[in-house]
């Protein structure tokens, strides 16, 4: 109740639709056991990652099916066709849900395939309903061929009926004795309304009269006897849909512990998308769980406060907060009503949020752990029960506290010591803290005790925490500055609000002189700090920018090389035209050294064949080529020989080309061709230089 846990459930259970989804919202509780948070956290996530894709979860039916589920294992019950049409789309709910998770979504969201992997569909319970009932319940007529005959001889009667009653009817407007041209039924036979002063005139049976007198309903000696045979029909057919109602019922009742674990499975996935729900509302993320006492908060919002600021326009402050083995208590000062309390109490319900399965308002890369015991006190405590004032309440909770507290513990103590002389107060407070540190709890303290302040720097495991505070505007900036304690601004305060020079001066000569300086000192100290944090926020954004030119100048240069490596293959592939011609003047001779072959029927024959075959195959053309090449490599560079070194004039062996070699990576070479830059082999260089013209 402290920290306002029971408001995150009242949203979580709005969010429900059906009656166990809310009912599990109502019972959430705390959990120690990591594998089953980590297990609630995944499938709220999953679920939550699927509203975000648009991907349709197959849950849509409301089915709160307690009733006829509880009917269903009762022996002799009878199922209406309303309630067996019901149970029937529980059984297709299941179905759309198996067939949701195909090979791929097992995978992808194994935590929700999870609730859903002890059971299976039985298509037996639809088809057995199919059997029986159309798609708005009624029984169908072919569901028994008793039930089929009677239907049939209803049918009969009924227009043998209808027949009859139009004769009368035409007969008895011709006499001019009809009231309402309509016909109409009572006590479900058929009758004709007719003037009350002409009752004596008409043979039949009187069912009733008008409010008013004037005209009354008979049923006509000509309709007696059909009316009968059609309402001994119609118990009947009654008696035989009962019948059949009541067979399917025990035959559903085969599986009634089948369909109760449908109902449940809807329930749990209705659960899941609420808390998948709520998690969209306040921007509810998995952080990373760790299996050992550590709280690791990367902007971090009290979900209820970013709720209420957001519907009215106002920006929430994060919080960024660690707790680790070697700083575990956390001691925030500062001046009243600069979010000491709200800073607290966002990592007490973050943390309860989180052991009870719920996604939190913090930066995915955020870490959290699991405690075992998790100690409240804000507030008032005192109890008229037992005559205890706010402050022997508050001790008796701390020596709770002290005795219960080990390092899977995480406390919340909000204005420590208070309530009791400052001096008395404070000792006792400095004494508590020691105490739990000594325990190797996790907590944070709330004080303005300076004699806590100063131990948070002495004693191991205590650090100091500060709420930032403008003393221009007097406003509180709702920002914890980790690692320094901070002033109640009483005095700077007091001079803002125009108190006389007079009051405030005589006020700090009754405070203790080491104690008004020091409040003092803490008081510049902070000013400060938040100067160094703009200084630094403005640094950073300078880094960003000098990051964001580099790498917009590397995609330059990038794009560069490529459009150079680009130019130089397409260089290197340019097909001339003679040489397109040679390809298609090989192909032919092929096509006819091919032919000849075919032909030759003697050894000799067959060698000339294949000596043109040689000569083609050969590549004269290339040899020739190649051989031109060297020839202008040769004419105007000679091999030197020798090893290769960076900065000698080389020549590439494999394709006879001169360049200079500008790198060595162990036996690959990287050598310069004009503008572009190659990688060959090391053993595929000579050096070269080149000739001097005489």
């Known amino acids: 109740m402290q920290l306002e846990f029971d408001k995150v459930q009242q949203l979580l259970t709005e969010h429900c639709k059906t009656e166990l989804g809310k009912q599990m919202a109502i019972d959430l509780r705390l959990h120690t056991h990591i594998d089953y948070v980590k ?18 979860f197959p849950n849509d039916f409301v089915l709160n099916l307690k009733t006829e589920l509880k009917l269903l294992s009762i022996q002799g019950a009878v199922l209406t066709g309303e309630q067996a049409l019901q149970i029937r789309k529980l059984a297709e709910s299941m179905h759309a849900i198996t067939r949701f998770f195909d090979h791929d979504r097992k995978v992808q969201y194994v935590a929700l395939h999870e609730v859903i992997k002890e059971t299976y569909y039985e298509k ?20 028994s061929p008793e039930l089929a005959k009677i239907r049939m001889s209803l049918f009969r009667k009924r227009t043998e009926l209808r027949r009859a009653f139009e004769r009368v009817m035409q007969k008895l407007q011709k006499a001019n004795y009809l009231a309402d041209q309509g016909e109409a039924f009572l006590n479900g036979r058929r009758v004709v309304a007719i003037y009350a002063e002409n009752k004596r005139m008409v043979k039949g049976i009187i069912h009733g009269e008008s409010d008013t007198g004037k005209t009354t309903f008979l049923e006509p000696d000509e309709t007696i006897e059909l009316n009968n045979d059609v309402q001994s029909l119609e118990r009947e057919e009654n008696r035989e849909v009962y019948r059949i109602l009541r067979q399917l019922t025990a035959k559903l009742n085969g599986y009634s512990g089948l369909l109760n674990s449908y109902h449940d499975v809807l329930g749990i996935y209705d659960f899941i998308r609420a808390k998948a729900k709520l998690a969209l509302d306040m921007d509810g993320n998995y952080p990373a769980l760790v299996p050992h006492a550590q709280v690791h908060l990367v902007q971090a919002y009290h979900p209820l406060l970013l709720l209420y600021n957001r519907k009215n326009g106002k920006p929430t402050v994060p919080v960024n907060i660690t707790l680790d083995k070697d700083n575990h208590i956390l001691v925030i000062s500062g001046p009243n009503a600069g979010g000491k309390t709200v800073t607290l109490k966002t990592v007490g319900l973050l943390q309860l949020m989180l052991q009870s399965g719920l996604l ?6 955020s870490q959290m752990g699991i405690f075992k015991q998790i100690m409240i006190h804000i507030g008032d405590t005192q109890s008229l029960e037992f005559e205890l004032s706010t402050y022997s309440s508050h001790l008796k909770n701390m020596k709770y506290f002290m005795e219960n507290a080990n390092g899977r513990t995480l406390f919340f103590i909000d204005e420590l010591g208070s309530g009791s002389d400052p001096n008395l107060g404070g000792a006792f407070a400095e004494v508590i803290m020691e105490e739990l540190a000594k325990k190797h709890a996790f907590g944070i303290v709330t004080t303005h005790y300076l004699n806590l302040k100063v131990m948070a720097n002495k004693v191991k495991g205590i650090i100091n925490g500060a709420m930032g505070f403008d003393e221009e505007t007097l406003l509180p900036l709702y920002k914890l500055l980790i690692g320094k304690p901070g002033s109640s601004y009483t005095f700077s305060i007091a001079q803002r609000i125009g108190l006389h020079p007079s009051l405030i001066a005589r006020a700090r000569k009754l405070v203790d002189e080491g104690h008004f300086k020091l409040d003092k000192l803490l008081n510049k100290a902070e ?4 100067k160094v944090e703009t200084e630094k926020k403005d640094l950073h954004k300078l880094i960003k920018e000098n990051e964001r030119l580099k790498r917009e100048y590397e995609e330059l240069a990038d794009k560069e090389r490529k459009n150079q490596q680009i130019t130089f293959l397409k260089l290197q592939n340019k097909i001339k035209e003679d040489d397109l011609q040679y390809l298609k003047d090989m192909e032919r001779k092929l096509k006819q050294i091919v032919v000849e072959w075919k032909r030759a029927e003697k050894n000799d024959e067959r060698e000339k064949v294949m000596k043109a075959a040689e000569i083609l195959l050969f590549r004269r053309r290339e040899k020739q080529i190649n051989e031109k090449i060297d020839k202008k490599v040769q004419d105007k560079f000679k091999e030197v020989g020798g090893q290769v070194q960076v900065g000698d004039q080389v020549k590439i062996v494999s394709n006879r080309q001169v360049g200079k070699l500008i790198e060595i990576r162990d036996k690959r070479a990287i050598v310069q061709l004009g503008k572009v830059p190659i990688n060959v082999k090391l053993s595929d260089l000579v050096v070269v230089e080149e000739k001097v013209s005489e």
């Open 39 to 56: 297990t609630a956290l995944q499938q709220a996530h999953e679920y939550k990652q699927l509203t975000l894709l648009q991907e349709h």
């Open 124 to 143: 037996k319970i639809t088809a057995l309903i199919d059997e029986v009932l159309d798609e708005v319940g009624q029984v169908k007529d072919n569901a």
């Open 360 to 365: 939190v308002p913090v930066h995915p890369t």
């Open 527 to 530: 000013q400060d700090l938040q």
